[in-house]
């Protein structure tokens, strides 16, 4: 017994669980083709929106989406987050910008790394494009993409982004 | 290379330290296995000795408190049990052992704890076992290292 010690106040228990994820045969899909450089979407048959990646289903209409099209490996900045915080198992150099990115041909868009820009210059509309690791990198993977940088093009109008702003 | 569908499986991990304060009921449980290797329940009405110890009778919700609390076994009577055969990850013991409710002298209820019995044809209803305190002990559950058999030698 220690005259020093303080009475215990809380206690700590870890929480952990391992699991495996499977992908879906239209993930497994969208995951072949990454493997050669090319991105792709599947469509809903109902309200005719893109997604990509997909997950096999349409989140609006729910119902399964068949018809796989090719979505472009450039788009547009819908929304961005600039990171000056940093995070256990991120292993990014602060400050960086996580963007919201609409693909061209795609109606949904998805959070990817923005790189090869000042983040006081990001916003929304500005063009981007992927920056693809060497060919010989890659794999199944969407790590194939190591981030989007600006194209350069002139900027889509804000109004223009419609329903996501 | 086709679009035919080809496995792709990938291992996730979710991992989180939950940090809970104890309050002062749980507090002086855990300072007393801790400092004193002690086991404290609670003396609840109509005789009933509960243990680990509450801030509120199960029964009625009526508030209990530090002044209720009372010392009981260290050693008790394993009540009902489950043998485990391959231990996972996060189970208190690397080898086969039992979960147990175990009664503990004084107590009326349950007390959830570890085994080490060895081999399941050891367990039984009603066999007395004692707790084995680990040597370094922080203030949480894991300070009873497990429950071993009283004829252990």
């Not at chain 1, 990646?53 to 900045?77: F, K, L, W, Y």
Request: net charge negative; with cysteine; proline share 8%.
């Amino acid at each position: 017994m220690s005259e020093e010690k303080q009475p215990v106040k809380s206690i700590t228990t870890p929480t952990r669980l391992v699991y495996q994820w499977a992908a879906t045969g239209t993930q497994a899909a969208f995951l072949n083709r990454i493997a050669r450089g090319e991105l792709i979407g599947q469509r809903c048959p109902e309200c005719r929106n893109v997604y990509c990646p997909h997950s096999g289903n349409c989140p609006r209409c729910g119902v399964a989406t068949t018809e796989t099209v090719d979505v472009q490996d450039r788009g547009t900045i819908i929304t961005f987050c600039i990171v000056r915080v940093p995070s256990e198992n991120i292993d990014l150099k602060l400050p960086y910008c996580a963007a919201n990115i609409l693909l061209d041909g795609s109606d949904m868009p998805f959070t990817a790394l923005l790189d090869e820009c000042e983040p006081a210059d990001v916003r929304a509309g500005m063009r981007v494009e992927a920056v693809w690791r060497p060919k010989e990198e890659w794999s199944n993977t969407f790590e194939n993409i190591r981030y989007f940088r600006p194209t350069g093009e002139p900027d889509v109008p804000v109004e223009k982004l419609g329903a996501w702003v | 290379m086709s679009d035919a569908p080809h496995s792709y499986v990938t291992e996730h991990v979710v991992a989180y330290d939950y940090r809970r304060s104890v309050g002062p009921v749980l507090g002086r449980f855990f300072t007393a296995l801790r400092d004193d290797k002690q086991i404290l329940g609670t003396r609840a009405p109509g005789g009933r000795v509960l243990v680990p110890p509450v801030e509120a009778d199960p029964e009625s919700g009526e508030g209990l408190g530090t002044d209720d609390l009372v010392e009981v076994g260290p050693g008790g009577r394993v009540a009902t049990w489950a043998w485990v055969n391959e231990p996972r990850e996060q189970h208190p013991l690397r080898r086969p052992f039992g979960w147990a409710l175990i009664q503990l002298d004084g107590a009326t209820s349950g007390f959830l704890h570890a085994v080490d019995a060895g081999e399941e044809s050891r367990m039984h209803s009603g066999m007395r076992v004692r707790p084995r305190w680990r040597s370094e002990r922080v203030g949480e559950i894991q300070d009873i290292e497990c429950f071993e058999p009283e004829d252990a030698a």
